[in-house]
């Protein structure tokens, strides 16, 4: 596939730290948020707001074991950012997770939070989620929480499972959250005939509330384009589509 290609070429160089679809999906997914405008609302305490960055987040396991400890990576961009960057912010945070003694602040706060007795953390819970819904968190204990961030994304393909879907959450303001699944052979349905080739399978669950179907569908059509022609990848987040590119993503 085209995606496979385009990883072979980024790759030809051999650089020390590979690109992979992941990559190519985490940034796809930020060039379509930062497009798509209406995919930085969020609600909070029942009025809408828009972020002032886009931000993705997910959970890393440090270990392939029952007992290995998950940390968190959470990629700040910059509108002028290509995929060149989101590898390099992605290679220094994960290098920096693989060692088994880091913690990340929010991993840390929780394992501290954890340690309480029942009876003070049940009410430092309850003070901390009033706290949340007013929006008047300390700042320190949510710039690091994933479920503050534009997108969460799950990938269940590292560790061979297919895809699913996230629940929305109570708490935070994530309005996004992606599940991505095992890349291999799929079945695609072309002109009446099924072909097999390589992809993989997205489950996108989205606070309905932001926006309508039509404009989601649109959002995921453009995601879809970024995958299937990784090359534009290369360009800045914020630029945005030719007419032609456009008119393919616009029709039904």
């Known amino acids: 596939t085209n995606l496979n290609k385009y990883i072979e070429k980024k790759n030809s160089t051999n650089p020390d730290y590979k690109y992979n679809q992941y990559q190519c999906i985490v940034t796809a997914m930020l060039k379509t948020i930062t497009l798509r405008s209406k995919l930085s609302l969020f609600i909070h305490d029942c009025k809408m707001f828009r972020r002032n960055e886009v931000t993705a987040a997910f959970t890393v396991k440090q270990e392939f074991s029952d007992n290995g400890g998950e940390v968190l990576c959470f990629i700040h961009s910059k509108p002028e950012w290509t995929i060149d960057d989101v590898h390099n912010e992605m290679k220094r945070q994960l290098l920096k997770l693989k060692n088994k003694e880091y913690r990340d602040e929010s ?18 819970l309850k003070t901390v989620c009033w706290l949340e819904k007013k929006g008047m968190v300390p700042k320190e204990l949510v710039e690091t929480d994933p479920y503050h961030a534009s997108v969460v994304l799950a990938n269940l393909g590292s560790i061979g499972l297919p895809t699913g879907y996230h629940h929305l959450t109570n708490w935070g303001t994530t309005s996004i959250f992606v599940v991505v699944g095992e890349y291999g052979k799929l079945p695609f349905f072309e002109n009446e005939q099924v072909t097999f080739k390589d992809g993989v399978e997205l489950g996108f669950t989205i606070d309905e509330r932001i926006a309508d179907g039509y404009y989601f569908a649109k959002s995921i059509k453009m995601m879809q384009l970024f995958l299937e022609e990784p090359e534009l990848l290369d360009r800045p987040l914020n630029e945005k589509l030719s007419d032609e590119l456009w008119a393919r993503i616009s029709k039904k």
């Not at 939070?113 to 953390?121: D, R």
């Open 107 to 124: 991993s840390t706060f929780m394992d501290k939070f954890n340690a309480l007795p029942k009876f003070v953390s049940g009410a430092a």
